[in-house]
Every structure is written in C-alpha cells, then in structure tokens.
DNA sequence: TACGAGCTACCTGTATATAGCTAAAGTCGC
DNA sequence: GCGACTTTAGCTATATACAGGTAGCTCGTA
C-alpha cells in the first residue's frame, strides 16, 4: 500500500482541524483510493499501516473502515484485514437496475434550475474527456474523471436524499465497470463517456431536466449492456 | 431511559454469540426503539448506560451508535451525547416523494412471485390491525405494526439493493408519521393502514405486483397529504 | 445587576494494552 | 508422504484510562 506523504497532516493550519473533518477527510481518500482501483477488490486494507499512514491510532481509522463497511464498499475479518469487496454479478445488475430507475428520478425530484456555471463545468469536462482520449489508456484518470462528473450530476436535485442514495451507489459499483474497461477497445469506452458528459450539457443548456435524467439513464444502460454481452460472449 | 432486563445477554447459549451477532442485536434494539418514539426526536442517548445496560464496554456500543449516526437516525455531540434525529419538513417531504418513487420499483425491479404463505402472514397483519382499532389509542403497538409490514414489504423483492435502500429510508423517516398520529383520529389512522395491509393482500393473491407497488405509494401520498394538509391548516 | 472568567461535572474521542480470531507453518504419528 | 494436531505470527475486537469538548454554575468586577 502507497504511504504517499501527502495524505498526512496539512502543513501547519491556522485552526486546528475538528475530529469530524479529520473523518471526512480520510474517509474521501480511502474511498477514493477504492474507487479509482487503486485499492482493487480483494485488496486486503491493514489497521495499523493506515493509523500509521494518516499519523492517528488505530481508532478513527477503525471508525472509517466501520463507515465503509456498512456502505458495502469494504468487508472486515477478524484476524485476516479488511478486504474491498468484489461485486458479483446479481449485486451489480440489481444495483445498475435502481441506478437506472433513480437516475430518471433526477429529472423529476425537485430538479435544479441549470445554470451556466453548471454548464461550463460539464464543458471542462468534456474537454478533459477529448485530452484523455488522444493519449494513451489511462484508467486512472479515466476514473477520477467519472467521479468528477458524478459528483457534478449530485447537484442536479435538490432532493438531497435522491443525491445521498446515488452518490452511495455510485461509490458501491461504479468501479466494477472501471475494472472491466481493459476488456473494450479505449476509443469505445471514451466515446461513451463522452456522450454522456456532452448529452447531458446540451439537456441543460435546454433546460430539459427529464432529458438530463435519460441521458444518465441510458448511459447506464450502456454499461449494463457492454458488461452483459462481453459475459454472455465468452 | 429504560433497561429492560431482557436486552442484556440470553440465557446460557449453546454456542457463544459472535461479535457481528451481538453488534445486530444491539443495533436491532436500539433502531426499534427509535422507530417506536420510545427514543423520541431529540432524546439523548448516552454510551455509559447503554454499555451498562447491554452489558457490555463503550466500544461497541460506539459502534452500534456510529452506524444510526450513518444512517441519519442519531446525532452524536461531543460532551453532550447522541441525539435522536428530528426530521425537517423539507427532508421528510425528500424522504416521501423518493420512497413514493421506489414503492413502485417494488413491482418492477425483480418482483418475487408471490406466495401463499406471504398472503397469510398479510391476512395475519390485518386482523392484528383489525384488533388494535377496536381497542383504545395505542400508538406503540401501531408502530409496531407498521414495522411487521414494513419487514413484509421488502421480501417483495429479489432485488437485495432495492430492498437495503427502501429499508434505510423507512427507519429514517416513518417515526415522524407516528409522531405525528395523535394529530388525526385513530380510527382515520387505523383505516389508513388496514387499508393498505388489505390491499396488497389482494394485489398479491392477483399476482399484480405492480398492483402492490401502487398500494404502497398510494399509502405514502396518503400520509405526505394528511400531513399536509394538517401544516398548511395550522 | 449584568457580564465574563474560571471551575466542575459529565460527556464523547482517543490511545493502547490485552483478548480473541485466523491462516499458515511446523511437528508428530502412521 | 499424508493427515491431524499444535504452535506461531499477525490480524481485528475490546476494555479502559486519559484527552478533549460542552454546558451549567459560581464568583468577582464594573
């Protein structure tokens, strides 16, 4: 496991950090570290080298892993570590199929009015998308990239309950499909992303917000699609 | 706060409790507790007697209660202790309108086919509500119902996801309808829910599953509305 | 009399030694 | 050589003393 300096402490900050921020704060990285595969499923991740790692005992490292496993992101043994979970294939379509069903839901719960800010940024977006493409396969970037449009479309309803339980299953399987991108052509996979970031601008720009919704919908049916023929094929 | 005795460990077990075992007994009590207002919204718990009560140290008491803290059920303050949540009306409304949503999921997402045990033990429900109206105001047996149904409910379907979501929403939020029921008639209320319980029997004896998806979304717009209309009457 | 500082009691957050669990390695008997 | 049993090393789960945070009370001063 990467012991990368920059994790630990700030540099000398002019509040002291609270105890909640502290979590927060070593729950987004581990959880990111998951996301991106860094931490691929089975990865077995250690107390001790993390409490070391983040410069904390044991305990608010324990309180973190106790939160990512409760979300279905980590499973804890006693004795052996705490291990990424994979995702087997019931779990992953059961969870693609409510992801589909809350992502329409974004058009019709309490949606946002679009701004151009919003729009801007799904633009930059998009044209980190284009940059990725021209370069060789980064799956890594290719990851930090999704998370980055996902938590732009968080803020597409005010319902912040639909947000909170997309943003869990986002986190809960979104990396299985990462996982699975050596299997498709890179070209392939970075044109569907890229319809999507771009479809979706354009529903805003429109002030569609179900199109908003349909766009991510149909985005996700993708995926469950892709994944599905590839399995049924070999 | 109460301390029953019959929360503390079981009589002589054959085999030993394990940890996760103990820790959802733990987190079963206390989350019930919770949901039938005997933790009424701003009651504060404290990790002492809770440890003293269940006889076992503070730490996985903290455990039990870091979960709720998760699932939005608890608050815990530093030097004041854990508070029980109140909702807002704005997240209760967020909370309803998404559980409307996934009430008619129900019938589409991996619908089970149903059984004939399922029906009885809906049948059973129904005349335990049909004994409650007849009987004086008891709001703790209602909840009580409320939650037999509730576990009913997410065996409808095998889509485990769904399930796990429906499940956090309703402890999240259906306290505050309870709540709420000394507002409104008791013979309204009870309606409300035989209504409901009788219903989806039929739905189910049909084998209509969206049918029973319809029921339960129905009984929610049911509450929002009655609700509702008692704020907007204030 | 009102306000601020300090103190007290009590709470949660933390560190850490110990208890309990697990898998792998080692040993022994057949 | 193989299987059963024991030991070892290393892990998480726990208990508990101490650290840190909070609210209420008391006292001194303006």
Redesign the pocket.
């Known amino acids: 496991m990467n012991t990368a300096a920059n994790t630990k402490r700030p540099p000398e900050p002019e509040r002291?950090e609270?105890?909640a921020e502290?979590?927060e704060r070593i729950y987004k990285v581990i959880r990111e570290r998951i996301s991106v595969l860094e931490y691929g499923p089975g990865t077995?991740?250690?107390?001790?080298?993390l409490?070391e790692e983040f410069d904390?005992?044991?305990?608010?490292i324990?309180?973190v892993?106790?939160r990512l496993n409760y979300e279905g992101l980590v499973t804890?043994?006693?004795?052996?570590?705490?291990i990424v979970t994979e995702v087997d294939v019931k779990t992953f379509k059961d969870i693609y199929a409510l992801r589909m069903r809350l992502a329409e839901d974004l058009g019709v719960l309490s949606p946002i009015l679009p701004t151009r800010e919003m729009i801007d940024k799904l633009d930059d977006l998009l044209a980190r998308a284009r940059k990725l493409r021209e370069g060789p396969p980064d799956y890594k970037a290719y990851a930090r990239l999704c998370n980055a449009v996902h938590e732009q479309q968080l803020e597409l309803t005010e319902n912040k309950i639909l947000a909170e339980i997309n943003d869990l299953l986002y986190y809960r399987a979104a990396r299985i499909w990462l996982a699975f991108l050596p299997n498709i052509d890179w070209e392939e996979a970075m044109k569907i992303l890229e319809n999507e970031i771009a479809d979706t601008a354009r529903a805003l720009e429109m002030g569609d917000m179900q199109g908003v919704g349909n766009v991510r919908r149909q985005h996700l049916y993708i995926i469950l699609k892709t994944i599905g023929r590839y399995l049924v094929g070999v």
């Open positions: 002291r609270t105890q502290r979590f077995v991740l250690n107390e001790g080298l409490s904390v005992s044991r305990t608010p324990r309180s892993l106790q804890t043994r006693n004795g052996i570590g705490t």
